[in-house]
């Protein structure tokens, strides 16, 4: 059922080309919403173009993109004010610090860091002007960071960092700033995961592969039970339309058992528990079969 300060208003999803951002575009579409649904490709954008969907191409890294998205919103033709953000656009490059180069960090952050704050500061003033919301998808790799998360959970760290500020700096201004922690979801950023995983690791040492193998071989283990077990991206999706919909949010919503574990864990566990545990987890995933 849509609420009376939905109809007639604009959200934009980032990375809405499947998992948890096609499912929120589809979602809020359902709420009332007409969804602008960011995607790379056109061959994304005519999968998802729906009754209240209209697909956008968003590469939140070019500049041009940004500047014919706020374009797009400023020259409404129905005059609909922006009411939500929702960042949701990421890559994930794993690897141990010691592989990664020096290039994949930077795509890293580009992409969960920079691209997300360049669309958001473009987007800002109409954001305040509508009272809006802004509602950054992070991760459980941004409370907890893994062995072999390094590049991934420092951004969604920094992310972590960059929401707190500024919903320090514009809450008093009418937006509110809301951070969603997921936990397993199962999206197909575990396959293009894997993906990079494999073409890093083809570019180890001798001696890097006999170091991590071990822990090659638990990445692996966890994110095929990630896309196994994880939670639907529907059900992720319910959540973040909780947090738009709700009239004071909570400052940070959680998705799944393991994200509320992993955003509570820091506070009463000191790191040296959390290395053990990790280290055992990492020990029993690796000698997962399957």
Request: no cysteine; hydrophobic share 45%; charged share 20%.
């Amino acid at each position: 059922m849509t609420t009376s300060y939905q109809t007639a208003q604009l959200a934009i999803v980032t990375g809405a080309s499947t998992g948890i951002g096609r499912a929120t575009a589809e979602r809020l579409a359902a709420d009332g919403f007409h969804v602008l649904a960011g995607v790379r490709k056109q061959a994304d954008a005519q999968k998802i173009a729906a009754p209240g969907i209209e697909p956008v191409i968003l590469d939140i890294t070019n500049d041009d993109h940004i500047a014919s998205l706020l374009d797009r919103v400023t020259r409404d033709p129905d005059g609909r004010p922006l009411r939500v953000l929702v960042n949701n656009a990421g890559v994930a490059v794993n690897a141990p610090v010691e592989v990664l180069s020096i290039e994949d960090w930077r795509y890293q952050f580009d992409v969960s860091v920079f691209g997300q704050i360049a669309l958001t500061r473009a987007l800002l003033p109409l954001l305040l002007a509508s009272h809006g919301r802004i509602v950054n998808v992070t991760s459980v790799g941004g409370r907890v960071a893994m062995a072999n998360f390094g590049a991934y959970s420092a951004a969604k760290f920094a992310m972590e960092a960059v929401s707190d500020s500024l919903r320090r700096e514009v809450e008093a201004f009418g937006v509110t700033v809301v951070k969603i922690t997921p936990g397993a979801v199962s999206t197909n950023l575990t396959e293009s995961g894997l993906a990079a995983a494999a073409r890093i690791t083809d570019t180890m040492t001798a001696d890097q592969r006999e170091r991590y193998d071990e822990l090659g071989r638990a990445f692996t283990a966890q994110a095929k039970a990630f896309a196994r077990d994880g939670v639907s991206p529907e059900r992720a999706a319910a959540v973040i339309s909780k947090a738009v919909a709700a009239g004071r949010p909570k400052t940070r919503y959680t998705i799944g058992r393991d994200g509320a574990m992993f955003t509570f864990m820091p506070r009463i566990a000191s790191d040296r528990l959390l290395d053990s545990m990790l280290r055992m987890q990492n020990k029993r995933l690796a000698k997962t079969k399957g």
